[in-house]
């Protein structure tokens, strides 16, 4: 341990360097987001609404009960004993209306939407795409209240590239 650095500084998930001759901790390094993952589609409160959308009202009226009542009103769902949903999976063709209906519920919610296309997260090396997932996490965490949008999902599901 070189001298300078609090003992006490150092956390779980703390990124450090280490001497290479004695493996003695040399410095705190600060908390770093992948690139690839600081250059994903971040907008504080997207300025979609629900009057946008044509023709998805029956789609509305369930992302409302599921999304956006339990962020709005949390309290009745801890008054009924219900544990609050966690996410959604939106499927269907493409241009029908997917991300715009995300983007209304972060405006209506007043949530960070953070837009990542799956392939982003498919990754040569073993264990990368897993660690981009974990810095996202990271990313929305600091932004919460937060709206992960992962488009082009079915991307993460095909075969690894060989090399």
């Known amino acids: 341990l070189d001298k300078g650095i609090d003992i006490n500084s150092i956390t779980s998930g703390c990124r450090v360097a280490l001497r290479a001759d004695s493996y003695a901790l040399h410095k705190v390094l600060p908390n770093k987001i992948d690139p690839l993952v600081s250059l994903m589609m971040v907008e ?18 369930e992302i409302k009960e599921v999304i956006e009542l339990p962020v709005k009103h949390p309290e009745l769902f801890d008054a009924l004993g219900i544990a609050q949903p966690k996410g959604v999976l939106l499927y269907g ?41 974990r810095e996202l996490f990271v990313m929305a965490r600091e932004h919460a209240p937060s709206i992960i949008f992962m488009d082009e999902i079915d991307s993460i599901g095909s075969s690894r590239v060989e090399g």
């Open 44 to 61: 504080k409160v997207p300025d979609s609404t629900y009057e946008m959308i044509g023709g998805l009202d029956k789609q509305i009226k």
């Open 93 to 133: 063709p493409p241009g029908t209306g997917k991300t715009l209906l995300a983007r209304a519920v972060a405006h209506h919610t007043e949530c960070t939407f953070i837009r990542v296309s799956g392939s982003e997260l498919v990754q040569k090396f073993i264990g990368e795409g897993a660690r981009m997932v």
